[in-house]
């Protein structure tokens, strides 16, 4: 299995702040990296996709990049409605996996 | 509008199956594009992904859990089926059901998820 490690494990920022995550493969998966947003009672949303493809209708402010093994999330100018747990997730191989997940709130 | 639901009980006992249906809305089930899949969320493991099914029927598993898992598609209910049997404490988690992109002959990006339901495992 592809082994998903990402950093930190949880961060505090203040609103309008730069928020960074990685996230690193175990092995090469190309672009196949997407990133999730989970908040509590609500279905999981795919932020990003193909490492740097925002989806349709999110903010400009979520983006993403890196290839191979190194990734990185950026949500540039943190939001009240950012507070969230962030997961990297691979599709190059199966089984699927993800990463540890990112807590995000506000100091 | 793609809308996932999932159902089932939340509660089952030790030993037994668990079984739950995904209900597709807003979106063909019989898609040649996609694959329907179950995660599930346990606080000790993490998010895990337990398999999928294409319109055809055809499976992929997690090698983890492929020897107690059947997940299944109805094509004229819309729905598909996650079916794990002989489960232990370990299995209590939140179990989405959730559309995958295809990529080459596999479930790829995990595109549009449910709202997750709880399973507790316990006598």
């Known amino acids: 299995d592809i082994q998903m490690t990402q950093s930190p494990s949880s961060l505090s920022a203040s609103v309008g702040d730069r928020v960074t995550i990685t996230c690193q493969a175990s092995q090469d998966i190309s672009n196949h990296l997407n990133w999730l947003q989970f908040k509590p009672g609500k279905a999981p949303k795919l932020l990003i996709s193909d490492a740097s493809d925002l989806e349709a209708g999110v903010p400009s402010r979520f983006s993403g990049s890196g290839s191979g093994t190194d990734f990185s999330f950026t949500i540039n100018s943190l939001q009240p409605e950012d507070i969230a747990t962030y997961y990297c997730q691979q599709d190059d191989n199966l089984p699927l996996t993800f990463g540890g997940g990112t807590k995000v709130d506000f100091k | 509008q793609v809308q996932l639901q999932e159902s089932g009980p939340g509660l089952v006992k030790p030993s037994e199956t668990l079984s739950l249906t995904c209900t597709v809305s807003?979106?063909?089930?019989?898609?040649?594009?996609?694959?329907w899949g179950w995660i599930r969320q346990s606080p000790g493991k993490g998010l895990e992904w337990i398999g999928s099914?294409?319109?055809?029927?055809?499976?992929n598993y997690n090698p983890s859990l492929r020897s107690r898992v059947t997940i299944s598609v109805d094509t004229s209910k819309r729905q598909f089926s996650l079916r794990l049997r002989s489960v232990t404490a370990a299995d209590t988690a939140v179990y989405y059901c959730?559309?995958?992109?295809?990529?080459?002959?596999?479930?790829?990006?995990?595109?549009?998820w449910g709202q997750g339901t709880l399973v507790i495992v316990s006598s």
């Open positions: 099914v294409y319109y055809s029927g055809t499976t």
């Open positions: 959730a559309r995958h992109n295809r990529r080459r002959e596999s479930p790829g990006i995990p595109r549009y």
């Open positions: 807003g979106f063909s089930i019989r898609s040649s594009s996609h694959h």
